[in-house]
């Protein structure tokens, strides 16, 4: 028996979006196709940076990508489908009551008054608010100020709903309720929209919601990976496949890339064109510590991390991987390994600590390694900061070497490999030998 499609709402083709001139131009979005469908919840997963918020602005109108094309394909009645967007930070208007910022969007079209109030209150009703019609943003809860963000989305009846992280800005109570009441309106058919398109970089909420994920990779966004969720709703967190499948997705996303001698999207270029994030040691150290101690003993799942240290994908990524780098884990699959030295290092005083971290970032940090150099050929022992910030700048944009000079910067000063003064804008060795 043949299985028919959807019906195809949107297709994105070949779409590349740079910001600046071309070719020195930050590269966010690289040839990313992708079809949107009738009848089904999509998610774009990836790092904050890759590209999702841009390509959802791309399909909004909001931006008009320097290449490719974004297709809305008509129904059988020849109308193009409609799309409205959920923020991530609610976007009201303060001076207006709830009813008139969902009114904003009939308004603009120029629907008659008693209908656009009619259809207004019946979104709000939809969304639970009944009752806080005549309130103000300042005297609703931040889920009840994405509620009305969410009625005023639907009010205008959309074919296609955006939603850019719309839960990320929440707490996790507040989050999970608005999630699990926008399932149960989904799947209840009473919504007037055909299908859902969020950005997440939250791993389970993608899981628990979405029908297709799109894994983006990072630095440029591209479609890395396309993972059909077969799930049946309501999912449970807890179900043996659920958690098989969160474990399958954070394997996909720190795994190295065919051909690479980095890790995908977290530190791009080599040598010290290496791209470093802004990741504390303080964090490093209590990760290691975390993983060290009981019920990890050394071995820890990357979803049973981030649920115990409560962290998103775009905090623990970066330290996980950030151990790698210094040789303090290795990422297996799904888990993060400690190695000797980490758990040598978790156990160890501040003074051990300290060297460890310093034999590490020597070792296996290329800018570090050069700040050091240069420090010790040079007979005062001191560099200007400016000068590593313009040889950064020759592999990486301004911004790029601006945080990883912050990021080595820490590091070696916290390792006691080199020493920075902030006035003068300068490195120098404190105990020169």
Request: aromatic fraction near 6%; proline fraction near 6%.
């Given at each position: 028996?043949?299985?028919?499609?959807?019906?195809?709402?949107v297709?994105?083709d070949?779409?590349?979006h740079?910001y600046?001139?071309?070719?020195?131009?930050?590269?966010v979005?690289d040839d990313?196709?992708l079809?949107?469908?009738?009848?089904?919840?999509?998610?774009?997963?990836?790092?904050?940076?890759?590209?999702k918020?841009t390509?959802?602005?791309?399909?909004?109108?909001?931006?008009?990508?320097?290449?490719?094309?974004?297709?809305?394909?008509?129904?059988?009645?020849?109308r193009?489908?409609?799309?409205?967007?959920?923020?991530?930070?609610?976007?009201?208007?303060?001076w207006?009551?709830?009813?008139?910022?969902?009114?904003?969007?009939?308004?603009?079209?120029?629907?008659?008054?008693?209908?656009?109030?009619?259809?207004?209150?019946?979104?709000?009703?939809?969304?639970?608010?009944?009752?806080?019609?005549?309130?103000?943003?300042?005297e609703?809860?931040?889920?009840m100020?994405?509620?009305?963000?969410?009625?005023?989305?639907?009010?205008?009846?959309?074919?296609?709903?955006?939603?850019?992280?719309?839960?990320?800005?929440?707490?996790?109570?507040?989050?999970?309720?608005?999630?699990?009441?926008?399932?149960?309106?989904?799947?209840?058919?009473r919504?007037?929209?055909?299908?859902?398109?969020i950005?997440?970089?939250?791993?389970?909420?993608?899981?628990?919601?979405?029908?297709?994920?799109?894994?983006?990779?990072?630095?440029?966004?591209?479609?890395a990976?396309?993972?059909?969720?077969?799930?049946?709703?309501?999912?449970?967190?807890?179900?043996?496949?659920?958690?098989?499948?969160v474990?399958?997705?954070?394997?996909?996303?720190?795994?190295?890339?065919?051909?690479?001698?980095?890790?995908?999207?977290?530190?791009?270029?080599?040598?010290?064109?290496?791209?470093?994030?802004?990741?504390?040691t303080?964090?490093?150290?209590?990760?290691?510590?975390?993983?060290?101690?009981?019920?990890?003993?050394?071995?820890?799942?990357?979803?049973?991390?981030?649920d115990?240290?409560?962290l998103?994908?775009?905090?623990?990524?970066?330290?996980?991987?950030?151990?790698?780098?210094?040789?303090?884990?290795?990422?297996?699959?799904?888990?993060?390994?400690?190695?000797?030295?980490?758990?040598?290092?978790?156990?160890?005083?501040?003074?051990?600590?300290?060297?460890?971290?310093?034999?590490?970032?020597?070792?296996?940090?290329?800018?570090?390694?050069?700040i050091r150099?240069?420090?010790d050929?040079?007979?005062?022992?001191?560099?200007?900061?400016?000068?590593?910030?313009?040889?950064?700048?020759?592999?990486?944009s301004?911004?790029?070497?601006?945080?990883?000079?912050?990021t080595?910067?820490?590091?070696?000063?916290?390792?006691?490999?080199?020493?920075?003064?902030?006035?003068?804008?300068?490195?120098?060795?404190?105990?020169?030998?």
């Amino acid at each position: 028996m043949v299985a028919f499609l959807p019906r195809p709402l949107v297709d994105v083709d070949a779409l590349r979006h740079y910001y600046g001139v071309a070719p020195g131009g930050h590269l966010v979005l690289d040839d990313v196709n992708l079809t949107l469908r009738e009848n089904e919840i999509v998610g774009l997963l990836g790092r904050s940076g890759s590209g999702k918020s841009t390509l959802l602005r791309s399909i909004a109108g909001l931006i008009e990508p320097r290449e490719g094309r974004v297709v809305f394909q008509p129904d059988d009645a020849g109308r193009a489908p409609t799309v409205s967007m959920v923020f991530q930070t609610f976007a009201l208007f303060p001076w207006l009551t709830v009813l008139q910022n969902v009114e904003l969007g009939l308004e603009a079209k120029r629907v008659p008054v008693d209908e656009r109030r009619t259809r207004a209150l019946a979104a709000i009703d939809l969304i639970g608010l009944d009752g806080f019609e005549n309130a103000y943003p300042k005297e609703l809860s931040g889920g009840m100020r994405q509620r009305v963000g969410l009625a005023r989305a639907l009010v205008v009846n959309p074919s296609l709903l955006l939603m850019d992280e719309p839960f990320s800005a929440l707490d996790v109570l507040t989050a999970e309720t608005l999630r699990t009441d926008l399932l149960d309106l989904w799947s209840e058919g009473r919504m007037p929209i055909k299908s859902i398109l969020i950005v997440t970089h939250n791993i389970e909420e993608a899981v628990l919601m979405c029908d297709r994920i799109l894994v983006f990779s990072s630095n440029p966004g591209r479609v890395a990976a396309e993972i059909k969720v077969d799930l049946p709703q309501p999912r449970n967190r807890l179900d043996p496949p659920f958690r098989a499948l969160v474990d399958a997705i954070y394997a996909r996303m720190t795994a190295r890339a065919p051909a690479t001698p980095t890790r995908d999207g977290l530190f791009p270029g080599t040598g010290i064109a290496m791209v470093l994030p802004r990741v504390s040691t303080n964090s490093l150290a209590g990760l290691m510590e975390e993983v060290d101690g009981t019920p990890f003993e050394g071995r820890a799942g990357l979803a049973e991390l981030a649920d115990s240290l409560q962290l998103e994908v775009d905090d623990l990524f970066p330290m996980a991987e950030t151990l790698q780098l210094l040789r303090f884990a290795e990422l297996q699959g799904a888990d993060l390994v400690l190695t000797p030295a980490a758990r040598h290092y978790a156990q160890a005083d501040v003074d051990q600590r300290k060297a460890l971290f310093a034999q590490a970032l020597v070792a296996h940090v290329p800018i570090a390694q050069h700040i050091r150099r240069i420090l010790d050929e040079r007979i005062s022992h001191t560099a200007p900061a400016r000068r590593f910030r313009d040889e950064l700048e020759d592999h990486m944009s301004s911004d790029y070497a601006e945080e990883t000079l912050r990021t080595v910067t820490l590091w070696g000063r916290y390792g006691e490999i080199f020493a920075y003064d902030e006035g003068s804008d300068q490195f120098s060795l404190e105990d020169p030998e």
